[in-house]
């Protein structure tokens, strides 16, 4: 079984800066690419970032230049880092893993989810 845990979210001021981690664990061989999705109240989720096994970096628009994926020294682990952050980045994050490849089967997991507010 593949679960992966988020941590990180809280409460920060517009202008602050937040750094969620994911870990994925379980029987995993190979995760092909790991991210963050977010959805606010009343909206639909989101893209936010990902990153693929080899480190490339994709960001939806409204956060390029404010937020940083990386993809940390400890196996299936990924970190976003968010700076100046707005009102409008409030939202529940998601980590997601994108074809995780067990020892028996391949598929897509997400975490439960971390709120991030940003007060104004």
């Known amino acids: 079984q593949v679960q992966l845990v988020e941590s990180g979210g809280g409460l920060v001021q517009a202008g602050g800066s937040l750094r969620l981690s994911c870990v994925a664990s379980g029987r995993i061989r190979s995760v092909a690419a790991m991210g963050w999705y977010r959805q606010a109240p009343g909206k639909e989720r989101e893209f936010v970032a990902d990153?693929?096994?080899?480190?490339?970096?994709n960001y939806a628009e409204s956060v390029k230049g404010r937020f940083t994926i990386s993809r940390a020294s400890v196996p299936n682990r990924v970190d976003l880092r968010m700076s100046g952050l707005k009102p409008e980045d409030t939202a529940v994050y998601y980590c997601s893993a994108a074809r995780v490849l067990t020892n028996h089967d391949i598929g897509d997991y997400w975490g439960k989810g971390t709120l991030v507010t940003v007060s104004s």
């Open positions: 990153i693929s096994a080899v480190g490339r970096p």
